[in-house]
């Protein structure tokens, strides 16, 4: 993976594997937390087809998990003629994972 700056706010995430390149712009809030991610291109399906849409994901109400720090608030959506349609919304209430230990 490879990070590029954008500005004070911003990063673009760049990753490449088997011929295959995808790239996220990370938004991040003033606790450095990332606030959003966007893509201009993610794959939609619209009635009887596919199309690439601008699409991003909202995170907030970040909380310390296991020594984690994790958003329990998420939203996506893709753009619509400049407008941001939610499609997806959800909270986390409860979380429990385990550390791989190699």
């Not at 996220?24 to 596919?50: M, P, Q």
Request: a positive charge; hydrophobic letters at 30%; one cysteine or more.
């Amino acid at each position: 993976m490879r990070w590029s700056p954008i500005d004070n706010r911003r990063a673009r995430a760049t990753l490449s594997d088997s011929g295959n390149t995808v790239s996220l712009e990370f938004r991040f809030n003033d606790g450095a937390e990332v606030a959003g991610i966007y893509t201009e291109g993610r794959w939609s399906r619209t009635a009887n087809r596919y199309e690439r849409r601008p699409w991003e994901g909202r995170f907030s109400a970040y909380r310390c998990h296991q020594g984690l720090l994790v958003p329990s608030r998420g939203e996506v959506g893709w753009y619509t003629n400049g407008r941001l349609e939610i499609v997806w919304k959800g909270e986390i209430t409860s979380l429990d994972y385990e550390f791989d230990r190699v």
